[in-house]
């Protein structure tokens, strides 16, 4: 049993020798005093008075009064969990009140396994378990990962014909949904036939919780189309997430505006989610407002307000609110400084890094972890100072993990130095690094050298540990809908038009003197075939769908998953003068924004 006894040697739990002698009536008016006195305790020694007045007139053996007395004790702020263990321990017959009161405690109290305990003594002392035991069980094995145990006591569920009730069914949901076991939170939201609001945030954050953002939103859209429910601030803040993301700056706006409609006052985090949102869809000017407008600010405000302005390439004013963070007092830390070293990295300000690192250290006494040395080989080799980079790294005191070495290979990709990369690709085999995205990377330098039999030994040994390539996709939202574009993709239903806008578009390029970068096609394939693929890559699919789907002059916003090309850059600078639109593409963790022919990237990137 969970809990240790703490009223050993005390005589508490024995019946008075010689109880007052009242009438029945009189019993229960005390007995009413006694619960009266139990609920206005306020602090453990109030409660020890209270219980010493049940116990003194024997109202301990009363089960409504030892259940609420237990039941005090144990879910109280003010509780002490053994104590009610204590208690519980004296009851020689505990009823399902009185265990669902401890499960529930032991969940409170974070003790998840002693809560499991708990249940299995319950069935074993043939004590029936009711509606109210399983949401807090389910809650324990959500956070234990425990998808065994939750699917056994599933089955019990059944068993005990509590299936159909409505708060067994949404904490199934996110039960099923925190043990990434999505396709069974969906079956039993499926075959709900009531649900809540809480159903629906339910399985909104069992999608959530396994970064499908894009399943987020199609949930969300069903919920909004019946039209009867008001979402949660959790939803809604779940919602945010999900447009960061996926770059949904319009829905981003339209759950913004329900936050406002739905709570009077925003808190702090809710603030920073906005913040997050705005400046990951590109949208820096309205982050920046949002921040400035704040009242209280605390250390994730800044982080997401430098790293926003970091993946915008603005490093001088990344620099610029981290010294306003310090002038309020407030001491950065390690995540602070990931964000600093970031803008330092993004801007090319290679001297202002390693000023922040050194102040990082000698300052605020933060030691560096490898988050930050990777921070630093990746402002070294995006200056182009590979060697220095790699003299870096061999003089860490601490053993540079696969972020430092992956942050080195990717250096050598854009400067184009085989030999330095294949340094850092070895090291990264040899850690046995589970990234088809370094053998990739290695594939693809090998392929620009035209080392074909290299390219052929790297997508070998790929296929022999069963790594596949993530393809590249660009994600576009146009008319508050997500449209996702693969590379040569033919699945989208407007196919037809959008490569009909691409022969278009290449027409008007070559008035601009724009010529397709064949080397970025790294296949060993004829220049008619490089030029074709080059024509659908997914970056250029989303921008003439956009721009059939979009009135002249609106911004276009898109988000990658993969790093663009610079075929790519090139094509989308020409594209913002000739149709006069502003671009903006979200590189990963970076920004582009195009216009005029210009990228504020500086083509540093």
């Known amino acids: 049993m969970a809990g240790t006894s703490v009223l050993q040697q005390t005589n508490f739990f024995s019946p008075p020798a010689d109880p007052p002698q009242f009438s029945e009536l009189n019993l229960r008016l005390k007995e009413q005093q006694c619960l009266s006195l139990l609920k206005r305790c306020k602090n453990l020694e109030d409660f020890k008075q209270a219980h010493a007045q049940i116990v003194k007139w024997g109202f301990f053996w009363n089960s409504f009064s030892a259940s609420n007395l237990v039941a005090a004790c144990a879910l109280s702020d003010w509780g002490s969990l053994d104590y009610a263990c204590s208690i519980f321990q004296q009851f020689h017959e505990p009823g399902t009140f009185e265990f669902n009161t401890m499960i529930r405690a032991h969940v409170k109290d974070m003790n998840f396994q002693d809560a499991l305990v708990f249940y299995y003594e319950m069935l074993e002392r043939g004590v029936e378990p009711d509606n109210f035991t399983y949401p807090a069980l389910f809650k324990a094995c959500a956070w234990l990962k425990a998808k065994e145990e939750g699917m056994q006591i599933h089955g019990h569920v059944f068993k005990f014909g509590f299936e159909s009730d409505l708060y067994v069914q949404n904490s199934l949901i996110n039960m099923y949904g925190k043990c990434g076991e999505i396709q069974h939170s969906c079956a039993v939201f499926e075959q709900m036939d009531e649900k809540s609001v809480a159903s629906w945030s339910a399985i909104i954050a069992a999608n959530a919780s396994l970064g499908m953002w894009y399943e987020c939103l199609m949930v969300f859209g069903n919920m909004s189309s019946e039209g009867c429910w008001r979402p949660e601030e959790s939803t809604l803040v779940t919602l945010l997430s999900a447009c960061t993301h996926l770059g949904a ?24 989610s ?10 820096l000017e309205k982050g920046l407002s949002l921040f400035k407008k704040m009242t209280k600010r605390n250390q994730m405000s800044y982080t997401v307000m430098i790293s926003g302005l970091a993946m915008q390439g603005h490093g001088e004013e990344a620099l610029g609110i981290y010294s306003m963070m310090l002038e309020e007092g407030l001491d950065p830390d390690d995540v602070v400084y990931v964000g600093v070293l970031s803008s330092c990295s993004h801007a090319g300000l290679v001297d202002e890094g390693f000023n922040c690192f050194d102040r990082m250290k000698s300052e605020h006494g933060i030691e560096p972890t490898a988050q930050h040395y990777g921070c630093m080989v990746d402002l070294m080799g995006k200056a182009g100072m590979l060697n220095e980079a790699l003299e870096f790294i061999n003089s860490m005191p601490i053993k540079p993990n696969d972020v430092v070495w992956r942050s080195l290979l990717s250096a050598c990709r854009v400067h184009c130095n085989l030999e330095i990369g294949e340094i850092a690709a070895k090291h990264l085999f040899e850690s046995n690094s589970q990234n088809a995205g370094d053998y990739v990377i290695l594939s693809n330098m090998y392929a620009r050298a035209e080392k074909w039999v290299e390219v052929a030994k790297i997508r070998t040994e790929m296929a022999r540990k069963g790594f596949n390539q993530v393809p590249g996709f660009s994600l576009v939202e146009v008319g508050r809908r997500i449209h996702k574009f693969v590379s040569q993709d033919t699945s989208h239903p407007r196919c037809g038009s959008v490569y009909e806008m691409i022969h278009q578009m290449e027409w008007q390029l070559k008035f601009e003197g724009y010529s397709p970068d064949t080397s970025q096609v790294l296949l060993d394939v004829d220049e008619e075939e490089k030029r074709q693929r080059l024509k659908g890559h997914s970056q250029k699919l989303a921008i003439a769908f956009a721009l059939i789907h979009t009135s002249k002059g609106t911004p276009i916003r898109i988000a990658r998953n993969l790093r663009m090309c610079s075929d790519c850059h090139t094509y989308t600078k020409l594209i913002s003068i000739i149709y006069e639109r502003e671009i903006t593409v979200r590189d990963r963790n970076q920004f582009h924004h195009f216009k005029n022919g210009t990228c504020s990237c500086r083509d540093y990137w």
């Open 249 to 272: 700056l319009d829905l981003g706006k339209c759950t913004h505006g329900a936050l406002l409609r739905n709570i009077s006052e925003l808190n702090v985090i809710v603030q920073t």
């Open 274 to 283: 906005l913040i997050d949102m705005y400046v990951k869809c590109g949208y």
